[in-house]
């Protein structure tokens, strides 16, 4: 990669994160459906983890979960009724989203475009249902679990609605990796020497 | 060494191990790295400000075309409604000019003036079920500094919205009354009311209810009370109205329940006020008029209105002004 690759890659990249991160914290009331917003990033740290390979996934998704934490945050309860800050939980949790999508069904896959979507909807089930498990414990072992949802809430009140949207917010996020970049013709070249594949076509359905 | 790291799998533990260690010590109260986000702060925040308002902008140009022909019509109404209004505000400042008199001739207290009031617009709401901490345009450039404590937020009628958790230069985060980190001790708004303590539940958050927890054996709570805050614990003043009982439940007679339904609207609102004491010799506990309450929460976007949002003499500040 040369210089000129290196800063577009950098440039389109950072602004990726920032209005994907900007819009998710502040729009996402504007756009519900069944109730719930789009989670644009992780849709956006899954969809660079899968096309464009471990190295991407890493970096954006520590940046992008860094950017969560700190526009959003976490609060959990603490022993003694006080509430107590998290900083860094999205980080680690959207730096293994980047991992896990840039190696879950990488071979099988091969990275094509449309099987993206089918990687956000895994992603985002682990996801949700992870947090649920984590919520559950966290405020088991503070003391402060006073209800929590039923099972059968959080599959058919939490998780499948939110990766529906997830799944549907990935379809535009997709084209515009693929269009806009971060790589030219939406394709890291150091990816499909690895795989040494004739056609080089082998990021298309 | 390098060569160490150049191995993948040792690199992500490494990494790993850096970021559980940040948010072990970020969880220490006092702690250095709970202020890792200022530098942050300093960048990000602008940015951010300048989405918001491209945002706004955007939505308030469609608005207009969309509602073009309403709000020519809504615009002859309220040209109606302001001749109107200001022959109300003379009248007004005839009653204020008399009210300040009668003020200092029985030196009635005004609630909370010992509290100094920032205005603050929100900047960024919750990610997701899990990170839905609220972002406010103020921070320890405008004086809110959490390090010795925490503070009060309330909306433009003086309902209770939440906390400050954190903050950084120009922003601060806001822990909302929904939480299930969130809770408050508060009584029932009558003479020598029940206290209990309010909590944000994992549930009724999604219906925008609060949890009321340790009730006094022998109290029966009604669909309709009111709940203050009873200023137990000193971080907030006594008198803040949360919202009202939506149910109780007795089923289990050591540990009775209930549900409460908070004056603030969260969702919708677009601007809070955090109180901040005057001093360490001002956190007193001065009570509010249960008048002040009300159901209507609805987002008041006019920082500009400074002194109708508190309806006190308390000094009020704009985040958006400085």
Known sequence: ?205 | MRKLFQNKVVAIVAVTLIMIAIIALGAIPGSPFSKITKPLSVILDPIQTVFEKIGTKISDFYSAIAEGMEIRKENEELRAEIAELEYEVQQGEEARIRWEELKSAFSIQDSFENYHIHGASVLSREADEWFSVIRVNVGTDSGIDVSDGSFAVVDARMNLIGRVMSTDVKSSKILPILHEGFNVSAKVNVVNGAVVLVTGDVVLKNDGLCMVTRIPANVVLQPGDELVTSGEGGLFPAGIPIGVIESFDNTDPSHPTATLRPYAEISSIKDVFIMVPNSEDDKGQPELTPSASSSDTTSDTSLASEEVTTGTQAPVESGEDE
């Open chain 1, 1 to 205: 990669m040369n210089k000129k690759e290196r800063a577009r890659q950098i440039i389109v990249y950072a602004i990726y994160i920032i209005s994907v991160c900007c819009l998710q914290v502040s729009f996402s009331g504007n756009f519900r459906l069944l109730g719930r917003s789009c989670d644009l990033m992780l849709v956006f740290v899954a969809l660079a983890g899968y096309l464009f390979g471990t190295r991407d996934g890493l970096v954006v998704g520590a940046i992008v979960g860094l950017l969560r934490d700190y526009f959003s945050g976490t609060v959990v309860p603490g022993v003694n009724l006080e509430p107590i800050v998290l900083f860094g939980v999205g980080m680690l949790a959207f730096f293994y989203i980047g991992l896990l999508a840039s190696v879950l069904f990488r071979k099988r896959f091969r990275r094509k475009y449309m099987l993206g979507i089918l990687q956000v909807a895994l992603i985002s089930i682990l996801y949700y249902s992870l947090c649920h498990v984590i919520s559950f414990v966290c405020l088991s072992v503070s003391g402060n679990l006073n209800t929590y949802h039923s099972f059968r809430y959080i599959v058919f009140s939490s998780v499948c609605p939110q990766v529906m949207i997830n799944v549907i917010g990935s379809i535009p996020m997709l084209f515009l990796l693929r269009f806009v970049g971060p790589y030219r013709k939406g394709v890291r070249s150091s990816l499909i020497d690895g795989y040494s594949v004739e056609d080089r076509k082998w990021q298309s359905v």
